[in-house]
């Protein structure tokens, strides 16, 4: 049973476009994660937010800018969007920043196509 | 340097057949230990952990891993495979002063053959 939903599924643009990505997570926790996976399957953590709060910024360019309402809702914004952006971007979350063994539960991910 | 390691990209096995995926890490203590896998056009989803303890964990679907602090490893096992095994596996770790963050291997495509 999916508790990490990610919108839209796919999404196909053109360089320099904007595009946003959504991800809510309805497992009550407190610590939501971006992630990018490239073509080679290979996964990189973009973003950690804890509460809302921005923890972990992993040296992503400059257009990329995650944007957190509440601590279930965390999104993701790419200004003007570049050919190497084209990837699978994985949404999780877990029950809190500290808590080390604690499993991340990801969402299905937003294909993103940069034409 | 910090490092976790998949050695095999892809392994390639018959169905009912065992099967053992590699992980190696490189870290001065024990890091937290995780196996996730990822489905075809899915998200990832943990099969075990592990920190402290018995050194061989259970997980779900009859997979278990086994720890070793001597080769600094932690390999994926399972008995008899199916079909539906086919998929991505992911060794992860946590560094224990890294809060939070995972750090993923780069993945062992797993192929089963009918």
């Known amino acids: 049973e999916t508790a990490v939903f990610q919108t839209p599924n796919y999404h196909v643009t053109q360089v320099g476009n904007e595009v946003s990505f959504n991800c809510k997570q309805t497992l009550g926790h407190d610590t939501m994660y971006w992630y990018k996976q490239d073509s080679k399957k290979l996964l990189k953590i973009m973003f950690s937010?804890?509460?809302?709060?921005?923890?972990v910024n992993e040296t992503v360019p400059r257009r990329f800018s995650p944007q957190s309402s509440d601590k279930a809702h965390l999104n993701l914004r790419i200004k003007s969007v570049e050919p190497e952006d084209s990837a699978v971007y994985l949404c999780?979350?877990?029950?809190?920043?500290?808590?080390?063994?604690?499993?991340?539960?990801f969402g299905p991910g937003t294909r993103l196509t940069v034409l | 340097a910090q490092s976790v390691t998949q050695p095999d990209a892809r392994v390639t096995v018959s169905e009912g057949a065992s099967l053992q995926l590699r992980c190696k890490y490189s870290?001065?203590?024990?890091?937290?230990l995780f196996w996730y896998v990822q489905y075809p056009r899915q998200g990832l989803q943990m099969l075990l952990k592990y920190y402290s303890g018995d050194p061989v964990v259970q997980g779900v679907n009859g997979f278990e891993a086994e720890f070793s602090k001597s080769d600094s490893s932690f390999h994926l096992r399972k008995a008899s495979v199916h079909w539906s095994d086919s998929a991505v596996y992911f060794c992860?770790?946590?560094?224990?002063?890294?809060?939070?963050?995972?750090?993923f291997g780069a993945g062992t495509q797993l192929i089963v053959i009918p």
């Open positions: 999780a979350s877990s029950p809190d920043w500290g808590a080390n063994y604690a499993e991340q539960f």
């Open positions: 937010y804890n509460n809302k709060q921005l923890i």
């Open positions: 870290y001065s203590a024990t890091p937290y």
């Open positions: 992860a770790v946590k560094w224990g002063s890294a809060l939070g963050r995972l750090h």
